[in-house]
């Protein structure tokens, strides 16, 4: 589920930055970075339980401190050349950096298992794409809140039917 909102979210927010006035100027490339640094945190979220139920905690915690790592040594870099959408992406980083580390360790842990499930790992950026083109499409020609609405709902509806449909074919 997380897939296909943060895809919303990194298409609608310039609609949303509008909707919510002038206050909020110049915050969609720091709510779009967020939003991909959250796709990042959250495949390896999925492998940490797997290092703790095997037995492997020194591992997690080792994700753990390249995340915070990268993070603390590209934020002021970031920062200088960026100011505020720099914490973002030295955030990003983090989360990309353990991220790799991650699937890489999951793969060794599980020695085919990925390959078996190709449909259902497949499904949710597959289900995140077409929410995310659909939102584009539907929310481009308005702004403000109508597009954000527009967007939302058509995304929204695209991504249950591919859902519907990779079901239909897949078995999910």
């Not at 490339?29 to 979220?45: L, Y």
């Not at 599980?110 to 077409?130: E, K, N």
């Not at 659909?134 to 509806?157: D, E, Q, W």
């Not at 695209?158 to 999910?172: E, I, P, Q, S």
Request: proline fraction near 5%; hydrophobic fraction near 65%; charge should be neutral.
């Amino acid at each position: 589920l997380l897939f296909p909102i943060y895809a919303l979210v990194i298409v609608l927010a310039p609609q949303l930055e509008q909707a919510l006035g002038a206050n909020w100027a110049g915050t969609a490339p720091i709510m779009q970075i967020m939003a991909i640094a959250g796709v990042t945190a959250v495949i390896g979220e999925i492998v940490v339980p797997l290092l703790m139920g095997r037995g492997r905690a020194d591992q997690a915690f080792v994700l753990e401190i390249v995340q915070t790592g990268v993070l603390l040594v590209v934020l002021l870099p970031c920062l200088k050349l960026l100011a505020v959408p720099g914490a973002a992406l030295a955030w990003l980083l983090g989360n990309a950096a353990s991220m790799v580390l991650a699937v890489v360790w999951a793969h060794r842990l599980l020695p085919g298992a990925l390959a078996s499930s190709q449909g259902r790992l497949l499904a949710a950026p597959l289900i995140a794409v077409v929410m995310a083109a659909v939102a584009s499409v539907a929310s481009g020609p308005l702004s403000g809140i109508a597009g954000l609405v527009a967007g939302g709902v058509a995304g929204t509806l695209a991504g249950l039917a591919a859902l519907w449909a990779l079901d239909r074919t897949l078995n999910l």
